[in-house]
């Protein structure tokens, strides 16, 4: 069986931007403790995707041929990373209700610092 090449993870300035808002937001709503816990969650489920980039489904608002562009649905939210051929790019988290140019704008985020 052939062994599946392990990826490296970045993310976005954006993303972390997009974070910072979904932590004030669950901090103002749930509490400290709820909106520290969903960041958690969120990390981990980021932080997997060196070697699971391939688990969740193409984003079907960004396909394309090589589906590249996928998605992580985590309660209302969407996190959108691309895979390349040695890096998984988190590039956004948004709310499920965002437009769809908002989501399409992601094929433009950079990872590059």
Same mark, same amino acid.
């Given at each position: 069986? %052939?062994?599946k090449k @392990?990826?490296?993870v970045e993310v976005s300035d954006l993303f972390e931007?997009? *974070? =910072?808002?979904v932590f004030e937001y669950g901090e103002e709503i =749930? $509490?400290?403790?709820a909106a520290r816990s969903f960041i %958690?969650? !969120?990390y981990s489920r980021i932080w997997s995707l060196d070697e699971q980039y391939l688990l969740h489904p193409e984003c079907r608002h960004l396909p394309t041929k090589d589906h @590249? /562009? @996928?998605? !992580?649905?985590? %309660?209302s /939210?969407?996190?959108? /990373? @691309?895979v390349t051929e040695n890096t998984a790019e988190v590039l956004r !988290? *948004? #709310? $499920? #209700?965002?437009s769809i140019r908002k989501i399409n704008s992601a094929r433009s985020v950079n990872t590059d610092q």
């Open positions: 069986m %052939a062994e @392990r990826k490296k931007k997009d *974070l =910072f808002a =749930f $509490g400290q403790t %958690a969650d !969120i @590249r /562009y @996928r998605n !992580i649905i985590l %309660a /939210y969407l996190i959108i /990373y @691309r !988290i *948004l #709310h $499920g #209700h965002s």
